[in-house]
């Protein structure tokens, strides 16, 4: 007598979303974690610049994981708050985004200028795919001591190395290397640092 091999149990949402599947954002699943990533949002946005420990609170709430030491001035806005990872000494300044469904991971003593926006979120180019509601993610992460510039743009997929500084106003569309200086739409390397540079 033959028997049926046990099925997989079926994958969530959130599963595809993390795995960089096509996926539905629609899903009760992730609809209640965007409320929740909204409520959050919506209370350190409106905190005061005098409740330094409520806003910390409100971060470490949000965030995966973030290091001891973190400074992110409002507004800040995010999809989901819990697929952001984060090292010691981050500072964030006015309006940042970041789109995460999937991972970014933001190393050690990392700074943003205002206005910096992260996208791990992205569509498929197939129009009738696009339209018919899925959509997917790549990972974004982010090397130590590495500086973006205000108005700058990562695109989702994106690796950046360490000691890296991106110019204000760059779109960085690939992977950066360590130890350089990029600029540009689309972001490209203008010339590497020095260790000894403090330029």
Known sequence: MQHEPPSSPARS????MLA???????????????????ALTERFNASRADQPAERAAIIRELFGSVGERFEI????????????HAGDNLFMNFDCVILDVCQVRIGRSCFMGPGVHIYAATHPTDAAVRCAG???????????????GGRSVILPGV??????????????????????????????VIRSIESSNHA
């Open 73 to 84: 001035e409002p507004t800040f806005k995010c999809d989901y708050g819990s697929n952001i």
């Open 134 to 148: 899925p959509e997917y993610g790549k990972p974004v992460t982010i090397g130590n001591r590495v500086w973006i």
């Open 159 to 188: 690796t950046i190395g360490d000691d890296v500084v991106i110019g204000t106003g760059s779109v960085v569309t690939r992977d950066v290397a360590r130890g350089v200086v990029v600029v540009g739409n689309p972001a490209r």
């Open 13 to 16: 949402e959130r599963d595809k």
């Open 20 to 38: 960089g599947e096509l996926y539905l954002a629609s899903d009760p699943e992730l609809s209640a974690m965007r409320l929740r990533c909204r």
